[in-house]
């Protein structure tokens, strides 16, 4: 088996927000994570951990305090002017609510070809065949180019959002919670879909959800985040089986499906996450942490590396 093709990395990335009372919220702290071609980077977490946070800067729509976001080797958070919108072509990103990220007065030929209008790359006539080949591709049908966004499913939308997002044939899709707001059989749907265009395209996906179960489905690399840092990053397909964090145990445990033995206690975290300005010393988790000792509070766990794909922040894997 040939090395996995890094294509983008980020490298100890740090944000802080000033907050209204003039302390300022860490909304990642020191994130270091990487996409490899055409694989599936999923992160996990709940929300207010930093998730969206993070893969703004992937898609250059905000930069980092500091850090680097290396997309083929270039340090996109220094590029400016043509240069970034150069770049931005072959990183797209899909929201959770598209209705709302659409002009109700375009049509779905209109809001689908935007992006290569922008781009110079047809010419207005050609919208129609254009967007027609694009619907295909989504599995919806051709004569869909003439509708409004309000004349559609929620379903329906997200899949015009998504042909919108690949019409430019970017090489990175990142998903924010872009299957959130469906009902479970549609984000089913619109999961197969997403994995049958990565299969087709080689796409490389950035995967953002709070459902570590629908994560789990779709990433081969799962990366798990708590108030701004990675906690615990491994192959989704060992997700249950292998995780370590008592964060990431305690999220798997909360989700009930049908492989959960009957007869094993169900640990569900009932506290919320501290706030984001008062972060504890020592580990973010050990206020809810139920195997927490006394270097917990002292040291914050740096990532440990159990396996060339497997890193656990916790003291108790040192
Ligand atoms: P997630 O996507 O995991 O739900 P976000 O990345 O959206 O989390 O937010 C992380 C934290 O940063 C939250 O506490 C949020 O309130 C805060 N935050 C995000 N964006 C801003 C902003 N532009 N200004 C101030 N605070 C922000
Ligand atoms: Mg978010």
């Known amino acids: 088996m040939s090395e996995p093709e890094v294509i983008m990395e980020a490298l100890h990335v740090c944000k802080s927000y000033p907050a209204s009372d003039g302390r300022w919220l860490r909304a990642n702290e020191d994130v270091s994570l990487h996409l490899v071609k055409g694989k599936t980077l999923g992160l996990v977490g709940e929300s207010g951990c930093g998730k969206s946070t993070f893969m703004r800067f992937l898609v250059a729509l905000d930069r980092p305090d500091s850090g680097q976001i290396l997309y083929r080797g270039q340090d996109i958070t220094a590029l400016r002017g043509e240069k970034l919108r150069q770049t931005r072509r072959h990183i797209q990103m899909v929201f959770q609510d598209p209705g709302a990220s659409f002009n109700p007065k375009m049509r779905v030929r209109d809001i689908v070809c935007e992006p290569l209008l922008n781009f110079g790359l047809i010419a207005p006539k050609e919208r129609a065949a254009v967007c027609r080949n694009l619907l295909e591709m989504v599995e919806l049908p051709g004569d869909f180019e003439d509708r409004y966004p309000h004349s559609m499913s929620g379903g329906q939308r997200q899949r015009v959002a998504i042909a919108r997002a690949l019409a430019l044939q970017p090489e990175i899709l990142i998903l924010d919670e872009a299957t959130a707001a469906l009902d479970v059989s549609v984000q089913k749907n619109i999961i197969e879909l ?62 009930l499906d049908l492989d959960t033995d009957p007869r094993k206690p169900i640990t569900v975290i009932d506290s919320e996450p501290p706030s984001p300005l008062d972060i504890p010393a020592g580990c973010p988790f050990r206020d809810r942490c139920s195997q927490c000792f ?23 894997f040192p």
């Open 194 to 255: 997403i994995v049958k265009l990565q299969r087709e395209q080689g796409l490389t996906i950035g995967f953002i959800c709070h459902d570590i179960a629908l994560v789990q489905s779709v990433a081969h690399q799962v990366a798990v985040m708590y108030l701004g840092r990675v906690v615990e990053i491994l192959p989704g397909e060992n997700l249950r089986t292998q995780a370590r964090h008592p964060y990431t145990r305690t999220l798997i445990d909360a989700v």
């Open 294 to 316: 006394e270097k917990c509070a002292q040291e914050k766990p740096e990532m440990r590396w159990l396996s060339k794909e497997h890193g656990v922040a916790c003291h108790l």
